[in-house]
């Protein structure tokens, strides 16, 4: 997407527009992306993806605009931050409730799988605060930002493990472009087999993904040298 914003850029510098106006937007577009799953068939998961499109395109502009004019900001951090939070676990969320069936397109309502989304939006915000989280323990502390080889476990082990899950990148379909794509996949294989058996396979998945990753994390960091 920085092949497309870098284009964009150059006719927002000079307008009044301001960088946090930006990520606002970011995250308006983002919760929308999330919203739109409740439009039943392949036009919801479609309008995600395309919001998430412009939403990753929006996480890159506001950006690359403050860093241009010199107008980057702990708000504009903290905002982008909160946006990140806030759209991902809306898809999410909004991926259980298409699976859950509000509008009985596949039979009554049933909030087991709406209850599975919303444990995979919590799993995907608890991922991202345990990192942040490892920066606010160590400013508390008096010490300094830690630097990428203290994400090393100190067991040879668990560094194994970590470097595998790192190749299969299985943790990645939780984050907002990616589980946008997966939804966008299985809501054409239910569009085939005309029900949501797929969905909700999907947002037992993603489930599962969410919740593994987030114990794995937390392991990884308190074996490494993060909070040291």
Request: hydrophobic fraction near 55%.
């Amino acid at each position: 997407m920085r092949e497309i914003s870098l284009h964009i850029d150059p006719y927002l510098v000079n307008t009044k527009i301001t960088p946090n106006q930006l990520t606002y937007l970011m995250i308006v577009v983002g919760v929308l992306g999330g919203a739109a799953l409740l439009i039943p068939g392949l036009t919801g998961a479609i309008l995600a993806v395309v919001l998430f499109q412009i939403y990753l395109l929006l996480d890159c502009v506001d950006g690359e605009v403050a860093r241009w004019r010199k107008q980057t900001s702990i708000t504009g951090v903290y905002l982008d931050r909160i946006g990140h939070y806030l759209c991902e676990a809306a898809l999410l969320v909004g991926f259980g409730i298409r699976g859950a069936d509000v509008f009985h397109q596949d039979g009554a309502t049933n909030w087991l799988w709406a209850f599975l989304g919303t444990v995979a939006a919590l799993g995907a915000i608890l991922i991202k605060a345990e990192t942040d989280l490892v920066d606010v323990a160590r400013q508390r502390s008096g010490l300094p930002a830690v630097k990428d080889e203290a994400a090393v476990p100190r067991s040879s082990g668990l560094a194994v493990a970590r470097r595998a899950a790192a190749a299969l990148k299985f943790h990645r379909l939780v984050g907002g472009i990616e589980a946008s794509l997966f939804i966008l996949v299985v809501a054409i294989l239910d569009k085939v087999q005309g029900d949501l058996f797929f969905t909700r396979l999907g947002i037992a998945v993603l489930a599962g993904i969410a919740v593994v990753q987030t114990l794995l994390h937390l392991v990884s960091i308190l074996a490494s040298s993060r909070l040291k």
